[in-house]
């Protein structure tokens, strides 16, 4: 996602590479701590030959499936960030970018803290009437690590050598707050409080289903006043989930004005807008 993402959860698999000591600092729909570990999950594990879950669309099948969406202007947002990382606490400041011509988009995240050093995100691929349809997400520290989202072949190749099946409406880690503003900007009406958004989330190591649930209205106090948003909430699906928590601002085309990561072990990322924006055009 974009926003700054902290230590990652233990492995869950054997097929997850060993946790990596890289400083963090990135923008995650995304981390304070090491670059982000995530295992693959064992139904999406290694090889195909275990089907995807009965509730998400098999490799191949029709995106006739999918919401409608629609991507939001070209952006370029800046957050203020706070977080925990091992026990140390930081302020570090963020930005998002999104450029795209209803045909492909890219979209590049980057946060920045002292001592804790530079993490960037970067997300690119094409566009259709369901939103974005990552090809490639770059995650970088100290070093590049990267996954490719290969649609001819149906599958996720991911920096570590593993491999997993490219499911309909998959999205990375940077680009899936983007594709959350779509979904609400195509259809706001369409996604009461109480209602689930499901979508596969890829990283540079593995692939998880993450289901947003509706929270309902919410309130941001901004330099320069308020900021009406919508609050959705991942629902961990095991007990070392990270919690994830977007903000969506209808006055923004309903852009996330606030992200924030919570793991298991106390270590959390929060970054918000840092001043009141413009209303939407």
Not at 78 to 92: D, E, L, S, W
Request: proline share 12%; no cysteine.
């Amino acid at each position: 996602m974009p926003w700054p993402e902290p230590a990652p959860a233990p492995p869950v698999t054997d097929a997850a590479p060993a946790p990596d000591t890289e400083p963090p600092a990135a923008g995650d729909t995304a981390g304070t701590g090491p670059a982000p570990t995530e295992a693959v999950p064992e139904q999406m594990a290694r090889e195909s030959a275990t089907p995807p879950p009965a509730d998400v669309p098999a490799p191949g099948e029709a995106d006739v499936r999918l919401p409608p969406a629609r991507l939001p202007p070209e952006i370029d947002l800046r957050y203020a960030v706070t977080g925990q990382a091992k026990g140390f606490n930081y302020h570090a400041s963020g930005t998002m970018t999104l450029r795209h011509d209803h045909q492909r988009y890219e979209a590049h995240a980057s946060v920045s803290a002292f001592l804790l050093g530079k993490r960037q995100q970067h997300s690119e691929g094409r566009i259709d009437a369901h939103g974005m349809h990552p090809e490639v997400f770059v995650d970088q520290s100290r070093r590049e690590r990267r996954a490719t989202l290969d649609a001819a072949s149906q599958r996720i190749r991911f920096h570590h050598g593993g491999e997993a099946p490219l499911q309909a409406g998959t999205q990375d880690r940077l680009s899936v707050a983007l594709q959350l503003s779509a979904l609400f900007l195509a259809r706001p009406d369409a996604y009461p409080a109480g209602s689930t958004i499901r979508l596969p989330v890829a990283d540079v190591s593995g692939v998880e289903l993450w289901d947003f649930v509706v929270q309902g209205p919410d309130e941001l106090h901004l330099e320069g006043g308020s900021l009406p948003a919508i609050r959705l909430a991942r629902q961990p699906r095991r007990e070392r989930d990270r919690q994830v928590e977007v903000w969506l601002a209808p006055d923004m085309s309903y852009l996330p004005a606030r992200i924030r990561v919570s793991e298991a072990s106390g270590d959390f990322v929060d970054q918000t807008i840092d001043t009141l924006p413009p209303p939407a055009q």
